[in-house]
């Protein structure tokens, strides 16, 4: 007996999506218009290196979350509620990060007008990829959830809504700038407070399994494995008394 799990079905599975996955799902489908409406930009105002530099980026961003998937499920093998835990976690925390490192660039003015370009289409691929390798992919078996009396998760959204204002007041000393600036702050911040709150939650434990055929599927090779040894264990320790001289009869 290996004692692994058997694989769990999946096919079946309804997709358990708290309302920041709405968000993102939303934001994930419309990338999908925008990104290629950028590359086009790109190749229209002839901004080859820029269109390669970022293809190419493209290309080792899709190898990079294809090989991630794979580990995930075939060699890590996230068959319990912590291991869903750590990598929803670690997706959250990768998505957020690269939501806010586009808001930051964008102000470091039109001389850096390549890096900001490159960091945003950038951006956007790896939120999505993450999105859907690291946390969509396993929202069929797990679910974040709130309670309505904790305030906590509005109080990061108040944050967040903060530094929106914030960074949108601040835009208005970069007139040429300003619609750029703009668009870069209220397109990532609505994907960064999200994915904010989501790693909070996830962080507190506000995670939990949603299909009971997963916990049999997880506890149940347990249970065998300790039934085999502690079997073992009783017939080594009924052979020993026999065999041991000094045992008392």
Known sequence: MSGEPPVMPRASAPMNWSYTDRILGIYDKASLVLVPIGMIYLLFTA????????FVTYIFLTLVFSFLKDWALHIYKPYRLGHFRKLILAGSAIITVAAVIPRVVVFLGPEYNWHVWYICLTSV??????????????????????????????????????LFLLAVFYSFSYTDE?????????WFAGIGAPSTVEFCQVARWKIKLVLEDLIILEEEPVKMLLQENFSRSSQFMRGWQTENPFSVQ
């Open 47 to 54: 901004q080859f290196a820029l269109f390669g530099a970022v």
């Open 178 to 186: 300003f619609l750029k600036i703009f668009f870069c702050q209220a």
């Open 125 to 162: 691929l790896t939120i999505c990829l993450t999105w859907e390798v690291l946390v969509k992919n396993y929202k069929d078996r797990c679910e974040v959830f709130f309670d309505p009396n904790d305030n906590f998760y509005e109080y990061v959204n108040y944050a967040n809504l903060f």
